[in-house]
């Protein structure tokens, strides 16, 4: 689960999560969507970098949530849906996945 990356999953988060609800009309089942990817992308963070990254990373995913909601006001939902969802893919990679990235402390029993 280490290889897997957390980038694709963080931004198809967003992205799936409005896929639902402009497929259905259904705004909480586009919520279930969101959460399931979410968690998906959280757990895969925590396993890669630790618990305090995977935090930094869901308060990221719900700040994108909540900035595509004001984009799609100005810009319409789908650019901003897609403009968060690459925002937040960029800073998974940064943060959790690229190597130079946030650095996870080594448990003391791997020293």
Same mark, same amino acid.
Do not use: K
């Given at each position: 689960?280490? &290889?897997?990356?957390?980038?694709?999953?963080?931004?198809? &988060?967003?992205?799936?999560?409005?896929?639902? *609800? %402009?497929?259905?009309?259904?705004?909480?089942?586009? +919520? *279930?969507? $969101? $959460?399931?990817? +979410?968690?998906?992308?959280?757990?895969?963070? %925590? *396993?890669?970098?630790?618990?305090? %990254?995977?935090?930094?990373?869901?308060?990221?995913?719900?700040?994108?949530?909540?900035? &595509?909601?004001? $984009?799609?006001?100005?810009? +319409?939902?789908?650019?901003?849906?897609?403009?968060?969802?690459?925002?937040?893919?960029?800073?998974?990679?940064?943060?959790?996945? &690229?190597?130079?990235? %946030?650095?996870?402390?080594?448990?003391?029993?791997?020293?």
């Amino acid at each position: 689960m280490r &290889s897997l990356p957390t980038a694709p999953f963080a931004a198809a &988060s967003l992205v799936a999560g409005w896929a639902v *609800v %402009a497929a259905t009309g259904s705004r909480p089942l586009g +919520g *279930v969507a $969101l $959460l399931l990817c +979410g968690a998906i992308t959280v757990w895969l963070a %925590a *396993v890669r970098r630790g618990a305090r %990254a995977a935090a930094r990373l869901a308060v990221a995913g719900f700040a994108a949530f909540v900035l &595509s909601h004001v $984009l799609g006001l100005l810009a +319409g939902a789908w650019p901003a849906v897609l403009l968060t969802a690459a925002a937040l893919g960029a800073y998974a990679w940064v943060a959790v996945d &690229s190597r130079n990235g %946030a650095r996870r402390r080594q448990p003391a029993f791997e020293r």
